[in-house]
Structure formats: C-alpha cells, structure tokens
C-alpha cells in the first residue's frame, strides 16, 4: 500500500461541493489505498454522505463546522471573518502537521491569501506562485506562474524555475527536466530585463537544471521544454487563451460533423479516434493547480470541476507529499543561499 499520509479537504469549496469532494476523494482511494481524509464541512450533511460509501467512511474523519469561504470573497474579507470556515481549518490542519496537503476548489484568492498566511513561504522564496500542467504534443508540461503574481522581478522568475523544475521531477517523474523561459523571442537580447537578467542567472547557477533558455508562445503546445516559466500576467493570459483555444476547437469539430448526413457518417468512422482525443485534452485529466513555494502542500481544484477532476486534484497533492517535494525544494535553495535557515517543515501524519 506504500506510505500512510492524511489529506485535508475543504468539504464546502466549490461549486458543486460537497457532492464532487466526497464523490472525488472516494475515487482516489482506488488510485491511494494508503490515503486517510480529514473532511472540513457540516458533520450531519457529510455523514449522511459517507453512509453511502462504505470504502471512504472508514479513512475519513469530519472535522465539523458551518463557516464557508464564498465564491465571490474578497481574499481581505475571508482572512478577517473566515477564521473558522472549512478552507481556513484545513489548511491549519497542514501547518498543524496533521494533515500532508490541503486539498480546495474554493475561492482561488481567498485560498492562496489564507494559505500563504498559514503555511508561510519556504526560505529562499519571496512569493509563492501557481503552477499547472499543459497537454502538449511530447506529452505534459508544467507553466508557473499563472496568475499569483502579475509584476514579476528576475528573482521572481529564478525562484519560480527551481521550483517548476523540483516540481516536474517529483509529480511527472522526469529524471531530468528542461526549463525555459516565457519570452518574446528566442534571442538572448530579446525581452525585459527582470527576463534577461533569469536566464542569465540560470545559466550562472551552477544548479544541475537543465536549461533551455528563452521560449515563444508557440513552444507550450509543442512541449519544446518541461517548465515553461513566466509572470503571473503572462501566465494567465496563456492559460485562458488556450482553455478558449479548446473550446474553440472541440466546438467547431461538433458542428462539421453535424452539418450534414455524410459529415455524420463520417464521424461514425472517425468516433473511436475522436474519443482517444477527447481524453487526451479532458481538462479533468490536469486538474490541480499548486500554489508554489509554501511551507506546506496546497492544491486548488477548479471551481467547476467534476469528481474526477477532483480526484485529480487530489493525486497532486498525494504525489508532492509521498515524493518529498518541499524537502527538496529547501535542498535546492539551501545550495543557493547557504546561508538560509530552514523553517520547520510540515510533517505528514
């Protein structure tokens, strides 16, 4: 069964919750036997809910309360009057050391405001980032930042390349990943300088990442690197810009094949390849965005996401807690900077 560890849910996060989390964590206890939850919500509704699913009953405990984070919070109103909600109390069951990662598909601002003031920041990181994963022609990729940060500085963006790189060994497996940086151009003088002055540091690190260097738009969906680097501002406008591209796409191929009897016919023969394609871009499959450079593991689910999705969501934090990624963070950045201390680490049950 490999090693027990304890996730903690945010019941109530969600537009569909609390259905999608007990319906998610119940599916990921096939991929994680060894899992325990720890489920923050209303007790009565959620027992209710676990009477019905044996499996999960018996590696689940509630944690009771009727506080919830709303969707459209500001993240200054959920710090000040969320302090017993159920995002807030899972999250301190991480810094608690009760739980190995918090799990949420609440409130993104609130999330990352509230988990950043739980958890802190490991020692070499200013600002924690969001990183997610990519489809792309050579398989997955991983982009950080999406959206934490909308200015960045050429710290910024070096810490955020160690990060990504540490990241993308422990949840893709890759032995060696290759790190690029978001830019205008491939050119070494192309781009601002906070981008310039990275790629430079990068190269004059004298850490074992295997650096790509500068990157173009069309370089994430052909997987030219593992990491794809850049701002918040940047980051973002490329997430969504490519989650419309989808759209677009699967939108437009429904409508060729319904636009005439032969287009139909057609897609009788083509359906068992659209299939294999559906589940190739199935937005479920790369569900999980983690908030980067925190003293703990703190995964956000898409708001809108089914229990699969959910599950998913759930893996990611699974796979950084049972593969050491905070630890191996602070070794990176304990050969940067000597001189760091480390804080207390977050220790899973």
């Known amino acids: 069964m490999g090693e027990r560890l304890t996730i903690a849910l945010d019941a109530m996060g969600g537009d569909n919750a609390p259905d999608i989390v007990i319906d998610g964590a119940n599916l990921a206890l096939t991929r994680f036997p060894q899992v325990d939850f720890l489920l923050f919500g209303p ?5 209710a809910m676990l009477e019905k699913l044996p499996k999960l009953r018996d590696r689940a405990r509630i944690v009771h309360t009727d506080a919830v984070v709303a969707g459209d919070a500001k993240p200054s109103i959920a710090l000040r009057n969320g302090r017993q909600s159920s995002m807030r109390l899972a999250i301190n069951a991480v810094q608690e050391g009760h739980a190995a990662g918090v799990v949420s598909a ?3 601002g609130a999330l990352m405001a509230m988990a950043k003031l739980v958890l802190r920041t490991l020692p070499g990181i200013d600002r924690p980032a969001i990183c997610s994963f990519f489809p792309t022609l050579r398989g997955e990729s991983v982009m950080l930042d999406l959206g ?3 200015d960045c500085d050429a710290d910024n963006l070096f810490q955020f390349a160690v990060m990504g790189e540490v990241f993308s060994r422990t949840v893709l497996g890759l032995a060696r990943p290759t790190v690029g940086l978001l830019n205008v151009g491939a050119e070494d003088q192309k781009g601002h300088e906070s981008i310039r002055v990275a790629g430079q540091r990068l190269r004059d690190a004298g850490l074992p990442i295997a650096f790509h260097g500068f990157i173009e738009g069309n370089d994430i969906a052909a997987g030219t690197v593992d990491v794809i680097v850049t701002d918040g501002f940047t980051g973002n406008v490329a997430l969504k810009t490519a989650e419309g591209t989808v759209k677009l796409f699967s939108q437009s191929l429904r409508s060729a094949f319904q636009s005439s009897p032969l287009a139909s016919i057609g897609y ?3 359906r068992p390849a659209l299939h294999k394609l559906r589940r190739r871009l199935d937005p479920r499959r790369y569900n999980g965005a983690v908030f980067l450079g925190l003293n703990g593991i703190a995964v956000k689910s898409h ?4 229990a699969l999705g959910f599950a998913n969501a759930i893996g990611v934090a699974v796979d950084m807690a049972l593969h050491g990624f905070l630890d191996k963070v602070r070794e990176e950045f ?3 900077h000597p001189s760091f201390g480390s804080t207390p680490a977050v220790v899973a049950p």
């Open 303 to 306: 708001g809108g996401a089914d």
């Open 148 to 150: 934490a940060n909308i």
């Open 268 to 270: 009788f023969f083509a």
């Open 106 to 108: 609440g409130n993104t």
């Open 334 to 336: 304990q050969h940067l």
């Open 43 to 47: 007790e009565p509704k959620l027992s």
